[in-house]
Protein backbone atom coordinates (compact mmCIF):
# COMPACT_ATOMS: atom_id res chain seq x y z
CA UNK A 1 0.00 0.00 0.00
CA UNK A 2 1.31 3.41 -0.79
CA UNK A 3 1.60 5.95 2.01
CA UNK A 4 2.52 9.67 1.16
CA UNK A 5 4.24 12.23 3.71
CA UNK A 6 2.34 15.12 4.96
CA UNK A 7 4.27 17.02 2.76
CA UNK A 8 3.08 15.27 -0.67
CA UNK A 9 -0.31 15.82 1.18
CA UNK A 10 -0.28 19.40 1.08
CA UNK A 11 1.48 19.44 -1.83
CA UNK A 12 -1.08 17.13 -3.93
CA UNK A 13 -4.35 18.93 -2.13
CA UNK A 14 -3.05 22.73 -1.65
CA UNK A 15 -3.68 22.65 2.14
CA UNK A 16 -1.18 24.32 4.34
CA UNK A 17 0.32 22.04 7.00
CA UNK A 18 -0.96 24.59 9.56
CA UNK A 19 -4.60 23.45 8.50
CA UNK A 20 -3.81 19.87 8.25
CA UNK A 21 -3.00 20.15 12.06
CA UNK A 22 -5.93 22.41 13.05
CA UNK A 23 -8.67 20.05 11.55
CA UNK A 24 -6.89 17.09 13.58
CA UNK A 25 -6.89 19.03 16.63
CA UNK A 26 -10.43 19.67 16.14
CA UNK A 27 -11.40 15.92 15.77
CA UNK A 28 -12.30 16.61 11.80
CA UNK A 29 -9.58 14.09 10.58
CA UNK A 30 -10.52 10.75 12.62
CA UNK A 31 -9.70 8.14 10.72
CA UNK A 32 -7.49 10.55 7.91
CA UNK A 33 -4.20 9.43 8.33
CA UNK A 34 -1.78 6.69 10.55
CA UNK A 35 1.34 6.67 12.36
CA UNK A 36 3.76 4.22 11.70
CA UNK A 37 4.99 2.72 14.92
CA UNK A 38 8.46 1.26 15.92
CA UNK A 39 7.32 -2.28 15.31
CA UNK A 40 6.65 -1.64 11.37
CA UNK A 41 2.53 -1.42 12.11
CA UNK A 42 0.22 1.46 11.97
CA UNK A 43 -2.20 2.92 14.00
CA UNK A 44 -4.55 5.96 13.99
CA UNK A 45 -4.52 5.88 18.03
CA UNK A 46 -2.38 8.88 19.57
CA UNK A 47 -3.02 6.99 22.63
CA UNK A 48 -1.40 3.86 21.46
CA UNK A 49 1.41 2.41 24.22
CA UNK A 50 4.04 1.98 21.63
CA UNK A 51 3.78 6.01 20.79
CA UNK A 52 4.81 6.81 24.90
CA UNK A 53 8.13 8.57 24.46
CA UNK A 54 7.65 9.35 21.17
CA UNK A 55 8.02 13.43 20.41
CA UNK A 56 5.69 14.64 18.03
CA UNK A 57 4.90 11.14 15.81
CA UNK A 58 4.96 11.55 12.09
CA UNK A 59 2.15 10.95 10.39
CA UNK A 60 1.52 9.19 6.72
CA UNK A 61 -1.30 9.20 4.23
CA UNK A 62 -3.00 6.79 2.03
CA UNK A 63 -4.81 7.56 -1.45
CA UNK A 64 -7.86 7.88 -0.13
CA UNK A 65 -7.20 10.54 2.48
CA UNK A 66 -5.56 12.51 -0.26
CA UNK A 67 -8.96 12.54 -1.76
CA UNK A 68 -10.97 13.05 1.37
CA UNK A 69 -8.94 15.83 2.33
CA UNK A 70 -9.16 17.90 -0.94
CA UNK A 71 -12.90 16.82 -1.30
CA UNK A 72 -13.33 18.65 2.08
CA UNK A 73 -11.19 21.59 0.54
CA UNK A 74 -13.28 21.98 -2.09
CA UNK A 75 -16.66 22.11 -0.41
CA UNK A 76 -15.09 24.43 2.28
CA UNK A 77 -14.03 26.90 -0.19
CA UNK A 78 -17.79 26.83 -1.62
CA UNK A 79 -18.88 28.35 1.65
CA UNK A 80 -19.88 24.62 3.49
CA UNK A 81 -19.80 24.17 7.08
CA UNK A 82 -16.26 22.08 8.02
CA UNK A 83 -18.07 19.30 9.56
CA UNK A 84 -20.58 19.18 6.55
CA UNK A 85 -17.78 19.30 4.04
CA UNK A 86 -16.13 16.58 6.02
CA UNK A 87 -19.15 14.48 6.59
CA UNK A 88 -20.26 14.78 2.47
CA UNK A 89 -16.31 14.56 1.60
CA UNK A 90 -15.87 10.85 3.69
CA UNK A 91 -19.14 9.60 2.31
CA UNK A 92 -17.83 11.05 -1.61
CA UNK A 93 -14.19 10.35 -1.84
CA UNK A 94 -14.32 6.85 -3.80
CA UNK A 95 -17.04 7.93 -6.25
CA UNK A 96 -15.47 11.12 -6.95
CA UNK A 97 -11.72 9.65 -7.42
CA UNK A 98 -13.81 6.57 -8.95
CA UNK A 99 -14.28 9.41 -12.24
CA UNK A 100 -10.60 9.73 -12.69
CA UNK A 101 -9.32 6.27 -11.89
CA UNK A 102 -9.92 4.22 -15.31
CA UNK A 103 -9.30 1.14 -12.50
CA UNK A 104 -12.45 2.06 -10.12
CA UNK A 105 -15.21 -0.42 -10.30
CA UNK A 106 -17.73 0.79 -12.61
CA UNK A 107 -20.50 1.10 -9.85
CA UNK A 108 -18.60 3.80 -8.08
CA UNK A 109 -19.71 6.21 -10.94
CA UNK A 110 -23.28 4.77 -11.48
CA UNK A 111 -24.46 7.80 -9.47
CA UNK A 112 -23.27 11.42 -10.33
CA UNK A 113 -24.64 13.61 -7.97
CA UNK A 114 -24.38 13.41 -4.31
CA UNK A 115 -27.44 15.01 -1.93
CA UNK A 116 -27.38 16.16 1.70
CA UNK A 117 -29.81 18.09 3.41
CA UNK A 118 -30.24 18.72 7.34
CA UNK A 119 -31.00 15.88 9.24
CA UNK A 120 -33.77 18.17 11.19
CA UNK A 121 -35.79 18.88 8.06
CA UNK A 122 -37.11 15.07 9.07
CA UNK A 123 -36.03 13.61 5.32
CA UNK A 124 -33.84 10.35 6.45
CA UNK A 125 -31.05 9.91 3.57
CA UNK A 126 -30.06 6.64 2.31
CA UNK A 127 -26.53 5.19 3.25
CA UNK A 128 -25.97 8.26 5.40
CA UNK A 129 -23.06 8.64 8.07
CA UNK A 130 -23.37 10.03 11.35
CA UNK A 131 -23.28 13.56 10.97
CA UNK A 132 -25.80 16.87 10.65
CA UNK A 133 -26.21 15.90 7.14
CA UNK A 134 -28.91 12.82 5.45
CA UNK A 135 -26.73 12.20 2.31
CA UNK A 136 -28.43 10.24 -0.46
CA UNK A 137 -26.87 9.77 -4.25
CA UNK A 138 -28.92 10.12 -7.37
CA UNK A 139 -28.25 9.41 -10.94
CA UNK A 140 -31.80 10.85 -11.80
CA UNK A 141 -32.20 14.45 -10.00
CA UNK A 142 -35.54 14.44 -10.35
CA UNK A 143 -35.58 12.34 -7.29
CA UNK A 144 -34.03 15.04 -5.23
CA UNK A 145 -36.97 17.14 -5.44
CA UNK A 146 -38.78 14.03 -3.94
CA UNK A 147 -36.18 13.75 -0.94
CA UNK A 148 -34.29 16.57 -0.65
CA UNK A 149 -36.48 19.49 0.41
CA UNK A 150 -35.52 22.75 -0.46
CA UNK A 151 -32.33 22.97 1.97
CA UNK A 152 -30.55 20.41 -0.09
CA UNK A 153 -27.10 20.58 -1.30
CA UNK A 154 -25.76 18.71 -4.47
CA UNK A 155 -22.84 18.12 -5.38
CA UNK A 156 -21.59 16.86 -9.05
CA UNK A 157 -19.04 14.36 -8.83
CA UNK A 158 -17.38 14.17 -11.78
CA UNK A 159 -17.29 18.04 -11.68
CA UNK A 160 -16.33 17.81 -8.39
CA UNK A 161 -13.03 15.25 -9.81
CA UNK A 162 -12.49 17.65 -13.00
CA UNK A 163 -12.35 20.85 -10.36
CA UNK A 164 -9.96 19.31 -7.79
CA UNK A 165 -6.06 20.21 -8.57
CA UNK A 166 -4.32 18.65 -10.85
CA UNK A 167 -1.27 17.86 -8.36
CA UNK A 168 -3.70 15.49 -6.44
CA UNK A 169 -4.31 13.66 -9.88
CA UNK A 170 -0.64 13.91 -10.40
CA UNK A 171 0.46 12.57 -7.62
CA UNK A 172 -2.06 9.77 -7.63
CA UNK A 173 -0.75 8.40 -10.67
CA UNK A 174 -3.65 9.86 -13.05
CA UNK A 175 -3.64 11.65 -16.21
CA UNK A 176 -5.66 14.85 -16.98
Not at 15 to 43: H, K, V, Y
Not at 71 to 79: F, G, I, P, T
Request: glycine fraction near 8%; include cysteine.
Amino acid sequence: MQHFTPQQLCHATGIAPETIRDWRRRGLLDGIGTIQLPSGEFTSDLNHPALRGIGRPSWVYHRGDLVVLAVARNLVELRLDLEVSFQIANHASKHVDAFRDPKAPASWRRHRWLAGWPVHDGREGEWSLPGPFALMFFDDLNRLIQRGGPKAVLVDLEKMARDLPDTLWEVLGYAR
